[in-house]
């Protein structure tokens, strides 16, 4: 198996103006490649050759840093440009989903807000995360090209914290652009289909 780089599943005008065409083609179709084209030369050989995403992204985790940089941020950015949606966020959340947050994470609001803190706190380049651990929605955020499924739990929800994420639309504003993620972009029916795949539940077909 080798890694390749799926077409984004919406137009690059189509986030406008929350996260621009400019911001999309250099985020997408530079970014991205960049971490197909370098992951697949670090993978031709490899012991990790053969295997799923997954199983290269948690093989190659503190062993063998530079695949797994390349395949951990592959596996990050797949998900990321399906966790977004033109006319996405809002409050209204599908299935049990607005019920677990509430359950786990106190409210909608304090999930938003623990979300937005995680993304701003995240010192230099890393994701924010809605993750499933241990059978609970926790907030998380890890640095450079990690992930929550490095660290015992599933992700069913990530933003890009790294500049080349938002630094064309909002500058320094890292905030500003968590807060627009969330209200403006987010797709929440993938959220809830990665929520009930990774709560053992049938995935949403
Ligand atoms: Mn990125």
Redesign the pocket.
Known sequence: MSFTLPPLPYSHDALAPYMSRETLEY?HDK??QAYVDTGNKLLAGSPFEGQSLEQVVTGSYGKNAPLFNNAG?HY??LH?WKWMKPGGGGTKLPGDLQKKITDDLGSFDKMKEEFVQAGVGQFGSGWAWLAVKDGKIVVMKTPNGENPLVHGAKPILGC?V?E??YYIDYRNRRADYIKAFLDHLVNWEYVEEMYKAASGHKAAA
């Open positions: 985020h970014h991205h941020q990050n950015h990321f890009d790294w080349h994420s």
